[in-house]
């Protein structure tokens, strides 16, 4: 306990969250046009895009933890269309909610963080597990999240284990049929493939577990203790 997740590293995570959608964005296309409309790779793409490019840009001043997932939640809201935009802007606008005004988080941190996000999603999509969505990978991912931070497991640890859960909930959907979303009007169709949007949430775990787990070497309190001074308090976006 007590290692740190640095701001820098959650912006790692979204650059490299952005490069692996860039690279599996034929595949998103593929898995919704099985079972959507298609679109699920280029909106994916279009918001983490534009998402690397807020954070590139010099104006760009969100230097604290939840300022910056705001940040994130705002730019997808806003130039991603589809269920899937809205979905992932509850995510990150509900993690926020509930993240720190500090330059480095706890794991347990960051689970409340995933827990509150896994909340947005549902409150805003009404999905439960086993509904062949997003929430499908996410849900066992959170779980996995609390149970390692509640053990005590080092980041890297807690990480890998939400991954392989998310991972393995990725691939349950391709059993179920779906309840909410685009692929519900297929009824029994929609058996037999894999769910898009549970496939781009565990790329958000994967790309965590690649960047979020390495350890920077100082313990999280005395880089909070650095973070809490004036010059760090969030500004109003
Ligand atoms: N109500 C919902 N709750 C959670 N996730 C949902 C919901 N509806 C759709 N999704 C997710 O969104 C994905 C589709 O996203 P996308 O193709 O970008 O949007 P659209 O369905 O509007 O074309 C689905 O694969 C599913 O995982
Ligand atoms: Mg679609």
Not at 7 to 17: C, P, S
């Amino acid at each position: 306990m007590g290692q740190e997740i640095t701001l820098a590293q959650l912006r790692q995570w979204l650059v490299t969250y952005a490069s692996r959608i860039k690279s599996q964005e034929a595949l998103l296309t593929e898995l919704d046009a099985a079972i959507g409309d298609a679109d699920h790779g280029a909106n994916m793409r279009r918001g983490t895009r534009k998402i690397c490019e807020r954070m590139a840009d010099p104006e760009f001043r969100h230097d604290d933890v939840s300022s910056l997932l705001r940040a994130v939640a705002m730019t997808l809201i806003s130039n991603v269309g589809g269920a899937a935009g809205p979905l992932y802007g509850a995510f990150f606008l509900r993690a926020a909610q509930v993240g720190q005004q500090a330059s480095a988080i706890t794991l347990d941190e960051l689970a409340t963080m995933f827990r509150a996000g896994l909340e947005g999603i549902q409150q805003r999509g009404k999905a439960q597990l086993g509904d062949k969505t997003m929430i499908d990978a996410l849900q066992p991912a959170v779980e996995a999240l609390e149970a390692a931070a509640k053990e005590g497991l080092s980041v890297a640890a807690a990480l890998e284990a939400a991954r392989s859960a998310a991972e393995m909930g990725m691939q349950n959907t391709v059993e179920l049929q779906a309840n909410r979303g685009r692929a519900s009007y297929l009824g029994p169709r929609a058996i037999g493939h894999q769910d898009p949007g549970a496939t781009s949430l565990y790329y958000l775990l994967e790309s965590a577990a690649e960047t979020l787990g390495e350890s920077t070497g100082a313990p999280a309190a005395a880089n909070r203790q650095a973070a809490e001074t004036p010059a760090k308090v969030s500004r109003p976006t």
